[in-house]
């Protein structure tokens, strides 16, 4: 794609469980054009790894994670 800055090897495969599949296939139910739904599950497949959830992953990230409040203090919440 040259919009985007491809940054995976072409050449790994990859693998999905049967109901990764599964689950992937029933997303584009609703595409009629058979090349675009063609299209749609090979970017679901080659970005597999962004929606696996039977890893835990955790950000690592420099960004210090500040919600500006101008004068005003933080608002507060008790978790449910």
Partial sequence: ??????????DKSILLSPSGEQHFNSLGT????????????????????????????IAETSTPHVICTGDNPPTTSRSY
């Fill in 1 to 10: 794609d040259p919009y985007t800055n491809d940054k995976f090897d072409n």
């Fill in 30 to 57: 609703h595409i009629k054009c058979q090349q675009q739904l063609a299209e749609l599950k090979a970017v679901l497949i080659k970005h597999s790894s962004l929606f696996d959830t039977s890893k835990t992953t």
